[in-house]
């Protein structure tokens, strides 16, 4: 049986799990209405009624995420208005009547007369945080729309580094907030305390396919998270925390949901089983990384905009440190070859001709600074391949197996 959380001061009571919607639309772009495919719109409503079913009432999904919204706006207006809560993100906007005029194509997709959680979608960077909070900015306009009774709530996405996301929060503008925080990558901690410190909902983005491929792991991550599969460990790992209201699972077909679900009789057990699934992993990373640079490797790192060529070095050796103790190469590379390409989702660069840069500036806090060079050198290597494109840029059918 589901269960849910107060999702902060919004009231709401939001389910463990929310059904994300990018991966079940027929593609990642605007197309006519009449282009989509029986077969795909009967799999996208399958999904949804198998969410309602089993309690998942929160239905999550973007003007970014092409043809979601508008799929959508067929079954919506089929389900109980006041039994489910819908959400969508969009984009701020240089120009705030731009913003409007999207947010309003979004309650026309939708098929709604009102949005319950309306996000600011991406606020990765101090530009567009100033496109959203200057005067008669996006914020305003989100505002006015929440007067008019079109939103009720207003909260923001964000893929920033850490630092930009606690200054977001500390304006005290916003009720919730969608974030990146999972086993692999607890870098946003503190930014989750802050939320809690606001009473804001807290919502994880993508912690299964983020936060590591997890329904495609290696055999070795296998082994260590047993008796758990990874899935359902990073699940219980997040949900163990009472600052975390929901995670979203991004179904792409009904079956989806299995292996999550099983977490749920596991949560008042978290605190019996966690224990030993942690110590085995941190164990094995120290085994392999060593101890000293387990508990130290990211001391004194520079931001990409403090790097020549803009190398994200933090992120390639945290890559880094993923393929070698958990033999998560597929991740690595695919993470890996995001960078050059993501844009401000995914920020910096790869380690190309780095034996040609002079790294000691910028490392000059780092206790590694000598061998880091080498060891990015030797990522690089590993790891390059084939550009990678975020994932919403992408054209892709619903029925390639994709899974958040």
């Known amino acids: 049986m589901m269960k849910y959380r107060r999702f902060g001061r919004t009231e709401l009571q939001m389910p463990l799990f929310s059904c994300g919607g990018m991966r079940y639309q027929f593609l990642s772009k605007d197309i006519p209405r009449w282009m989509i495919p029986t077969y795909n719109q009967q799999n996208l409503e399958a999904v949804i009624q198998k969410a309602i079913n089993v309690g998942i009432c929160h239905l999550e999904t973007a003007r970014d995420y092409g043809t979601s919204e508008i ?32 947010v309003e194509r979004s309650l026309s997709n939708l098929k709604l007369d009102h949005i319950d959680l309306l996000g600011i979608h991406g606020i990765n960077t101090p530009e567009l945080l100033e496109y959203t909070l200057r005067s008669g900015g996006c914020l305003d306009i989100a505002r006015q729309l929440q007067q008019q009774g079109k939103v009720r709530f207003i909260g923001f996405s964000t893929h920033a580094p850490t630092p930009l996301i606690k200054r977001t ?48 792991p290696s055999a070795k991550l296998s082994e260590l998270c047993a008796p758990l599969s990874p899935m359902v460990f990073n699940d219980l790992f997040c949900l163990s925390h009472p600052q975390v209201h929901t995670l979203s699972l991004g179904a792409s077909k009904v079956s989806d949901f299995d292996e999550h679900l099983k977490v749920l009789p596991l949560l008042d057990r978290a605190e019996e089983i966690l224990p030993t699934i942690l110590n085995n992993l941190k164990q094995e990373a120290i085994a392999t990384l060593g101890d000293d640079w387990y508990h130290h490797w990211h001391v004194g790192l520079p931001t990409p905009e403090e790097t020549p060529n803009q190398i994200n070095i933090p992120v390639i050796l945290w890559l880094r440190n993923l393929w070698l103790a958990y033999d998560m190469i597929e991740y690595a590379q695919a993470r890996y070859n995001l960078l050059g390409n993501g844009g401000h ?60």
């Open 345 to 404: 989702w995914f920020g910096g660069q790869q380690a190309v001709g780095v034996a040609d840069l002079d790294l000691s500036d910028c490392l000059k806090e780092s206790p590694y600074q000598d061998i880091i060079p080498q060891l990015l050198a030797d990522t690089h290597q590993k790891l390059a391949g084939k550009a990678t494109k975020r994932l919403s840029k992408q054209l892709r059918l619903s029925s390639l197996i994709n899974r958040n």
């Open 169 to 216: 929060i500390e304006t005290g503008q916003f009720d919730y907030l969608n974030l990146h925080w999972y086993y692999i990558n607890q870098d946003n901690w503190s930014a989750v305390e802050m939320a809690q410190q606001h009473d804001m909902g807290v919502f994880i983005i993508s912690p299964t396919d983020k936060g590591g491929h997890l329904y495609n």
């Open 71 to 102: 799929q959508l706006g067929r079954i919506l207006p089929r389900l109980t208005r006041d039994k489910i809560i819908v959400q969508t993100k969009v984009m701020p906007q240089e120009n705030p009547p731009e913003f409007r005029q999207i």
